[in-house]
C-alpha cells in the first residue's frame, strides 16, 4: 500500500519543476483572495448587484473567449517562434477588431430586443462591455504567447496581480456604494494591470525577433491555422454558453435576488477552482503538446495530470462543498444561507469539469476540432434541456432541485469527454499543421 501511494505522488508530481511548482502555489495563494474579500463584498454590494454583474461578466467571457477566434493557440502550435510570434499579433488584431464591432452592436442594436433577452437591470452597464472584452481578450492571447515561452515567473506574477489588485479595487470603489458598476470597473483596472505585464514581455520578444508582420503573413498563418477558427471557435463559443447559461437562466426563471444568491456561492467556488484548473491548464499544453511533436501522442502527460486532477478535487474541492452550506451563514449572515446550500447541488458537476477541463486540449493537439465542436453541441443542447424543461414542466420546482438535474445530466457529459481525450491521448494521430498543409 505504501509503495502504491509513493507511486501515485510520484505520478502526480513528476511534470513539475522547481518552476511549475512556484507557478501552481501562486494559483493556490490567489485562491485565498476572494476568501479574504469576499465577507466585506458581501456586505458591501447587494445580491441584486452580485445578479447584475453575473450577467455582465457572463456576457463578457463569452465574448472574449471567441474574440481572438481561438488564433491565439497559433502560438502553440507553431514550432518556429518568428512563426508563433506571427500568429499572436494575428489573434491580437482579430481581438481588436472583434471588440470594435461589439462597441458598434451596443450602439446600433435596439433597446427593446435587448432588454428582452437580458432584463432592464443590465443595460446602463453595456457600455462597458467592449473595453472589457477588448483587455480579456487580449489577455488571452499574451498569456497564451508567454505560456509557449514557458514564462511561468512571469504568469504566476502576473495571477497574483490579477488577484490581488481585483479585490482591492472592488473593496475600495465599493466603499463609494456605486452598485455593480463597482465590480465592472475593479475588473476592468485588474484586468489592465495584468495586461501591462504581458504587454512588456511580448513587446521584449518582438525586439528580439523582429518578425515581418504584414498582411500577407497574416493571410498565410490563418490559412495554416483556419481550422481553429472554423472547428474550435464554435466549439468555444458553444462551451461558454453552456457554462454561463445558469446564470441568464436563473436570472429567467427564478429571480435577480436568487441569482445573486447563487453569483456569490459560485464566485467563492469557481473563482480558485478556474486559477487552478488554467494553472494546471497551462501546463499541460505545453507538456502535451512536447510528446505529441516527439512521440505522436500524449498518453504520459495524459495519465499524469489526470491524477493530478483527481487529487486535487479529492483533497481541496471536496471538502470545501460538504463544509460551504456551514460556513456561509457564519461569514456572510444568515441571509446568505441559501447560496451555501445551491453550491451543493452542483457539487458533482464542479468536480468533474475540474478534472476533464485541463486534458480537454489534447483534442486541439490531436486535430480533433470536428469531434470538440459536436461534443459541445451536445453539451449546449443538454444544459439547456435541464434548465429550461424543470421549470417549464414544474413551475413549483426550486432551484436547489433544478440545479441538481442540471449537474447530474452535464456532469455525466463530462465524463464521456474524459473518457474521449483518454482515447485521443494513446493514439498517434497527424499534426495539426501537416493536415493544414493537406
Known amino acids: 500500500m505504501a509503495s502504491a501511494l509513493r507511486g501515485y505522488i510520484q505520478l502526480i508530481f513528476e511534470p513539475f519543476n522547481r518552476v511549475h511548482a512556484m507557478f501552481v502555489s501562486s494559483s493556490a495563494l490567489v485562491m485565498l483572495f476572494p476568501m479574504i474579500s469576499a465577507p466585506i463584498i458581501a456586505r458591501i454590494y447587494s445580491p441584486e448587484d452580485f445578479g447584475i454583474y453575473a450577467v455582465f461578466f457572463s456576457l463578457a467571457t463569452i465574448f472574449s473567449?471567441?474574440?481572438?477566434f481561438e488564433l491565439r493557440n497559433i502560438a502553440l502550435l507553431e514550432n518556429d517562434r518568428t512563426d508563433g510570434a506571427h500568429g499572436s499579433l494575428l489573434a491580437l488584431s482579430v481581438v481588436a477588431g472583434f471588440s470594435l464591432a461589439l462597441f458598434l452592436l451596443v450602439l446600433t442594436v435596439p433597446d427593446?430586443?435587448?432588454?428582452?433577452?437580458l432584463g432592464t437591470n443590465v443595460l446602463p452597464y453595456l457600455k462597458w462591455l467592449p473595453a472589457t472584452v477588448f483587455l480579456m481578450g487580449g489577455s488571452q492571447v499574451l498569456y497564451t504567447w508567454a505560456t509557449r515561452e514557458i514564462q511561468y515567473k512571469v504568469l504566476a506574477r502576473n495571477k497574483l496581480i490579477l488577484g490581488l489588485s481585483t479585490m482591492i479595487f472592488q473593496i475600495g470603489i465599493g466603499l463609494t456604494d456605486p452598485g455593480a458598476v463597482g465590480f465592472i470597473i475593479a475588473n476592468l483596472l485588474g484586468l489592465s494591470l495584468a495586461l501591462m505585464l504581458l504587454t512588456l514581455i511580448f513587446a521584449k520578444t518582438l525586439r528580439l525577433l523582429r518578425p515581418q508582420?504584414?498582411?500577407?503573413?497574416?493571410?498565410?498563418?490563418?490559412?495554416?491555422?483556419y481550422r481553429l477558427a472554423v472547428w474550435t471557435t464554435p466549439g468555444t463559443l458553444i462551451n461558454s454558453l453552456s457554462q454561463f447559461l445558469p446564470d441568464l437562466l436563473i436570472n429567467r426563471f427564478f429571480g435577480a435576488a436568487l441569482l445573486g444568491q447563487?453569483?456569490?456561492?459560485?464566485?467563492?467556488?469557481?473563482?480558485?477552482?478556474?486559477?487552478?484548473?488554467?494553472?494546471?491548464?497551462?501546463?499541460?499544453?505545453q507538456q502535451a503538446t512536447a510528446e505529441f511533436n516527439e512521440q505522436g501522442h500524449c498518453k504520459s502527460s495524459f495519465w499524469r495530470f489526470t491524477a493530478l486532477t483527481l487529487a486535487g478535487a479529492i483533497v481541496l474541492i471536496l471538502p470545501v462543498i460538504i463544509l460551504i452550506p456551514y460556513v456561509f451563514p457564519i461569514i456572510f449572515g444568515s441571509q446568505w444561507t441559501e447560496a451555501g446550500t445551491l453550491i451543493q447541488a452542483v457539487a458533482f458537476l464542479t468536480i468533474?469539469?475540474?478534472?476533464?477541463?485541463?486534458?480537454?486540449?489534447?483534442?486541439?493537439?490531436?486535430?480533433?476540432?470536428?469531434?470538440d465542436f459536436l461534443w459541445q453541441i451536445g453539451l449546449l443542447a443538454l444544459s439547456l434541456a435541464t434548465l429550461i424543461l424543470p421549470p417549464l414542466f414544474d413551475p413549483k420546482i426550486t432551484l436547489y432541485s433544478t440545479l441538481w438535474i442540471y449537474s447530474l445530466m452535464v456532469g455525466a457529459w463530462y465524463l464521456l469527454a474524459i473518457a474521449i481525450s483518454y482515447r485521443l491521448s494513446g493514439h498517434p494521430h497527424p499534426h495539426p499543421e501537416d493536415e493544414a498543409a493537406q
Open 65 to 68: 473567449a471567441i474574440s481572438s
Open 112 to 117: 427593446a430586443w435587448l432588454t428582452f433577452v
Open 213 to 225: 508582420f504584414t498582411f500577407q503573413s497574416a493571410v498565410s498563418q490563418f490559412r495554416r491555422h
Open 262 to 285: 447563487y453569483s456569490l456561492a459560485t464566485r467563492m467556488l469557481n473563482m480558485p477552482i478556474a486559477f487552478l484548473s488554467a494553472s494546471i491548464q497551462d501546463i499541460f499544453r
Open 352 to 371: 468533474v469539469r475540474f478534472i476533464s477541463s485541463p486534458i480537454s486540449y489534447v483534442w486541439i493537439i490531436s486535430g480533433q476540432q470536428r469531434l
